[in-house]
């Protein structure tokens, strides 16, 4: 079993920075993938982006890419999504999730194992 809890979501401008994280529970943190899901009020939850257990390989949603960089220090067992140049419609409650499949880094939410109960941004215009 793997706990996740997220922090450092809140309250941003449009066109602003922020950055959540993601702390694991266990010590085997850098044998899972990570990835990062959102789901705003009345949607369907959907990927954001995914890193691979070394780091080595990232994946983003194409609504993201070039605004949102994934990255992990596996010696803190933390993943962190950094969001910039935000938009209204990127509001949402942000979960993360870790694979025990370290190379997977799709789009699937079946193929990750453990999710933590998210963290709220909210991106006002």
């Known amino acids: 079993q793997v706990r996740l809890v997220e922090s450092g979501g809140g309250l941003v401008q449009a066109g602003g920075s922020l950055r959540i994280s993601c702390a694991a529970s266990?010590?085997?943190?850098?044998?899972?993938?990570m990835g990062w899901f959102r789901q705003a009020p009345g949607k369907e939850r959907e990927f954001v982006a995914a890193i691979s257990s070394s780091g080595d390989s990232t994946n983003y949603a194409d609504s993201v890419k070039g605004r949102f960089t994934i990255s992990r220090r596996n010696a803190m067992d933390t993943v962190y999504l950094q969001m910039n140049s935000l938009k209204p419609e990127d509001t949402a409650a942000y979960y993360c999730?870790?694979?025990?499949?370290?190379?997977?880094?799709?789009?699937?939410?079946?193929?990750?194992?453990?999710w933590g109960q998210g963290t709220q941004v909210t991106v006002s215009s």
């Open positions: 999730a870790a694979g025990s499949r370290g190379y997977y880094i799709g789009t699937y939410s079946g193929r990750y194992d453990f």
């Open positions: 266990r010590r085997t943190f850098s044998s899972y993938a």
